[in-house]
């Protein structure tokens, strides 16, 4: 299995941005997909996640700016980053969990600077 991420970038404060990341290879049907993130200095922590029937979970700071989705005829899930602040600046990584599996993206540098 492999998970390929896309759609990061420099933002200024308030703007948005989208992720995007696409999982290949054989994937079981039940499972959940994520995103996490990893500021420098800090350890990797969840952003959001989505279960294979649309359940959502998400990190307090940013609930109601970030929305999370997936398509799942096409192993792919998403971020949609709104209201960015400069705290948001980490490298976002996407995450597939499976019964007893578990895969990581490569990770993609978000950067809100003006």
């Known amino acids: 299995v492999q998970l390929q991420a896309s759609g990061g970038g420099l933002v200024q404060p308030g703007g948005s941005l989208g992720l995007s990341c696409a999982a290949s290879?054989?994937?079981?049907?039940?499972?959940?997909m994520g995103w996490y993130r990893q500021a420098p200095g800090k350890q990797r922590g969840l952003v959001a996640i989505v279960t294979s029937s649309g359940s959502t979970n998400y990190k307090d700071s940013v609930t109601g700016r970030f929305t999370i989705s997936r398509d799942n005829a096409k192993n792919t899930v998403y971020l949609q980053m709104n209201s960015l602040k400069p705290e948001d600046t980490a490298v976002y990584y996407c995450?597939?969990?499976?019964?007893?599996?578990?895969?990581w993206g490569q990770g993609t540098l978000v950067t809100v600077s003006s």
């Open positions: 290879g054989s994937i079981f049907s039940i499972n959940v």
């Open positions: 995450r597939l969990m499976m019964r007893t599996d578990d895969y």
